[in-house]
């Protein structure tokens, strides 16, 4: 547990200097927004191309990491449907919001700095599926459940779907997962002027991710219904994670770095896509920001038990 305790710390520790950074207004009133950019748009997707561009033949397919991630997401989907119509008493408008809080991780700026320090590089590969997988499903499951509960057809038919398609294929992160892809397809190896740019800037990805996520958690309201926030986070942070863990290693059994990497995912706190997709439809926007904030907090506590849990299955293997 000390080992679990040990890792997992300077990652929250980073995220709390910044948080303290930001109630202090140390930096400029801009610098979460610049920090978060240039984490998401360029250190990020320098640390997944190079990821990508090494990796070497995988024990599975992908597809079988798909599958058990999109069984998890239509499970916590429907449960979260349920809690918010029969448990909260909330109009059929708010579900899509909260099913979006209760499936989406903050998995690129905490998830994959954790996934690297308690799985290796190995982990790599199915980090970058996951990403995949998320970005395109859940903005696409989110979008046309609220057109089927707001009766609007027009965000049902073919251009909602070319919409999120194209906001996809935009994404920084899917471009350079491509162009990692693409360079690895060629056999070539990445000149060494090149290497040695992507390795400083992929090196500055989890550090700076990690302080502009402190930062931003600043920006959001703690307050909020007490009693949808505590739904949001039980079904985020518990029982998403065990369904995965379940799917992952009883269903599907996926190799040892494939179910681990799933599990830790999908353990982390709300990500502010879930506050972002609440703000375009106006719906929920409170409860989830608030649950973004909560979540994050309780998830010092909730990463640390589930890579405990991980260890003690010979998963997680700390160093």
Known sequence: MLDIIALIAPVFGLIGLGFLAAKGRILDPAAPRVLAMFGYKVAMPALLFRAMAGVGEVPV???WLALTYVTGIAVTWALAVLATRLLLRRPAEDAPAFAMGACFSNGVMLGFPVILLAL??????????????????????????????AQDKSRIGLRALGAVLLDVARNPLILALAAGLAWNATGLATPPVAARLIDLLAGAAIPVSLFALGMSLA?????GQASSVATLCVLKLVIYPALAFWLATEVFELPRIWAGALVIYVAMPIGANAFIFAARYERAVGSISAAVAVSTVLSVVTVTVALALLAQQGIVIPQ
């Open 61 to 63: 397919s992908p597809l």
């Open 120 to 149: 290796g590089p190995e982990a790599a590969t199915p980090m970058a599926f996951l990403a995949t997988c998320e970005t395109v499903l859940l903005w696409l499951f989110g979008t046309l459940h609220m057109g089927l509960v």
């Open 219 to 223: 920006a959001y309201e703690f307050r």
